[in-house]
């Protein structure tokens, strides 16, 4: 089979499509012919050795897909046939790959494979960061950095559809601004000067920030008291640091968001979260919005465009 292969640590530019084995299922194993992989930062990060799980080269990137099962352990409650979004962790970029069983999902028929593929990683941290690690409560304002990526389209959407008021969108550009409000967003401020414009309109009770950077003490001066600021990741490349009287003086939290590796660390969790975002899906409430789709072939400019900035959604490949 086809796949894309991290043959070194060079970078985006150096991972390679080439021809594998096909992967042979081990028991717990979902087999599945992969439709549409999510590409996300990690990816990014893994092809220059930058990111915590490191694999021993070469190794087949990709750790969300959606497709068809291929086989399934008998008792499973899964058939060849059945569609599926999975978490395999690795080996996504490919025409096949394997998942656990306990971390394959049947997909609604009213959802598409790239959507499917867009679901577990950004809409299972959009979850655990507002409503398990930040307390969301009814009629609450969000302020969500970096808007219009999978990771922010992903944070508008759980937002409204558990129950917040205002969410406010932050985006680099107009354009990106627009992406925000089709996903749900009630208003978009430029990331230049954002803390004046949000503040203009009355502080927020939570921030969720997966860019980090120099914006960071700016969505700390955004926040009401009480207010909570979830720090998802650092796209921006900068780690910010925090003056600790900035949380003294309004009672504020700057709370952690490591979704992998506490999910994975606790059986049964990502599923329980799977079943609370279900109806959502199936109700329309929480609709993936997908970026560019690359065929496999291109993942070098699939990766790019995560690693420079480029995406809005939801970066996809499909074999």
Avoid at 44 to 66: D, H, I, N
Avoid at 105 to 124: C, H, K, R, T, W
Avoid at 158 to 184: D, I, N, P, Q, Y
Avoid at 217 to 223: A, G, I, M, Q, V
Wanted: with cysteine; glycine share 12%; proline share 6%.
């Amino acid at each position: 089979m086809k796949a894309i292969q991290i043959t070194s640590l060079d970078g985006p530019t150096a991972v390679e499509h080439l021809d594998i084995p096909s992967p042979v299922p081990a028991d717990g194993q979902v087999l599945i012919r992969v439709h549409a992989a999510g590409v996300a930062f990690p990816e990014v990060l893994q092809s220059r050795g930058e990111y915590q799980m490191k694999p021993a080269l070469p190794f087949t990137p990709g750790a969300e897909v959606a497709g068809e099962v291929i086989s399934a352990p008998e008792g499973s409650g899964f058939s060849a046939g059945d569609r599926v979004a999975a978490l395999c962790l690795l080996g996504g970029f490919a025409e096949e790959v394997v998942a656990p069983v306990d971390l394959t999902f049947p997909l609604p028929d009213s959802i598409s494979y790239e959507q499917g593929a867009s679901v577990i990683f950004n809409y299972g941290t959009a979850y655990f960061a507002l409503v398990e690690r930040g307390g969301l409560a009814e009629g609450e304002s969000v302020l969500v950095q970096g808007a219009a990526g999978g990771i922010g389209t992903a944070v508008i959407q759980v937002a409204k559809a558990f129950g917040a008021g205002r969410v406010v969108a932050v985006t680099s550009t107009a354009e990106k601004g627009a992406v925000a409000l089709e996903a749900g967003a009630d208003e978009f401020v430029l990331a230049d000067g954002f803390k004046d414009a949000v503040t203009a309109s009355g502080k927020v009770d939570i921030v969720v920030d997966p860019v980090g950077g120099d914006r960071f003490t700016d969505s700390l001066r955004c926040l009401d008291e009480h207010g909570r600021l979830l720090v998802i990741g650092f796209t921006a490349g900068e780690i910010p640091t925090v003056k600790v009287n900035r949380l003294l003086l309004n009672n504020v939290s700057v709370v952690g968001v490591g979704w992998g590796a506490y999910a994975l660390s606790r059986p049964g969790h990502i599923g329980a979260q799977w079943a609370a975002l279900a109806p959502h899906l199936e109700s329309g409430a929480l609709r993936p919005v997908l970026g560019p789709t690359f065929p496999l072939a291109e993942a070098v400019k699939a990766l790019l465009t995560l690693d420079e900035r480029r995406a809005t959604g939801k970066v996809l490949l499909t074999p």
